[in-house]
């Protein structure tokens, strides 16, 4: 297993566009997070599921932003009518997690969002 | 005030010193982890711990759970080191899933 891989690395979109993000976790990972990192400060919670389920979403998420994790493996993350705000860089992360313990946190190395 | 604050925000050293990074946090905590984030993305999870001290290589990660303290260790100091350092928590309690960052210490040593 080649770790958590995220698609595209880098995105340049024009400002009203849609885009959409994937990450593959690590195969054998049941908790997968979206975080939204901007210049100079550390990652923010966007979005957490366990297998398939969509456990939290952060007041972050506006209802622009949409998260699926359809069969319990890979994710996708998509913006509708993307604004200059949006860009940042958006980073995925898996986890095994066992009930009421935290696991090691495994990150892909991001998507980069530019909108113009 | 951040649930997460670390110090200093910016260090820079010379090849071969002994680095400190400091990370304070104000909430019940499950986990602390240390990531390290180098230019142009990727973060990599250096240490996950909730109590005592832990080793690897020149990393060492240490956690007093009643000061709510953490410290990030670098020895013998080399220039591959540069990088953002983040500490993270995971709330105690039913959120623990969820990370809360620090800003992160950006890290230059030289040669």
């Known amino acids: 297993d080649t770790g958590v891989s995220q698609d595209p690395r880098h995105k340049i979109t024009k400002r009203g566009q849609n885009v959409t993000f994937r990450c593959d976790p690590i195969?054998?990972?049941?908790?997968l997070y979206w975080y939204r990192q901007t210049l100079g400060q550390g990652p923010e919670f966007l979005t957490y599921f366990q297998n398939e389920a969509q456990l939290e979403k952060s007041r972050l998420l506006s209802d622009r932003f949409s998260a699926e994790r359809p069969k319990g493996s890979f994710s996708t993350l998509e913006i509708q009518r993307t604004e200059q705000g949006d860009s940042a860089m958006y980073l995925c992360?898996?986890?095994?997690?066992?009930?009421?313990?935290?696991?090691?946190?495994?990150f892909g190395e991001g998507s980069r969002l530019t909108v113009l | 005030k951040n649930e997460v604050e670390q110090s200093p925000q910016n260090l820079t050293a010379q090849e071969g010193e002994f680095i400190t990074i400091n990370c304070s946090y104000s909430v019940g905590i499950s986990a602390l982890h240390w990531l390290q984030q180098h230019p142009g993305g990727g973060i990599v999870s250096l240490f996950m711990l909730s109590s005592g001290k832990k080793k690897h290589g020149r990393l060492i990660a240490t956690i007093n759970i009643q000061e709510k303290h953490s410290s990030l260790h670098i020895t013998a100091s080399h220039p591959r080191d540069s990088a953002v350092y983040i500490c993270a928590v995971s709330n105690s309690g039913g959120s623990n899933y969820k990370l809360t960052f620090g800003k992160g210490t950006l890290l230059t040593v030289n040669p």
């Open positions: 992360a898996s986890s095994l997690g066992v009930s009421g313990r935290p696991g090691e946190l495994f």
């Open positions: 195969s054998e990972h049941n908790r």
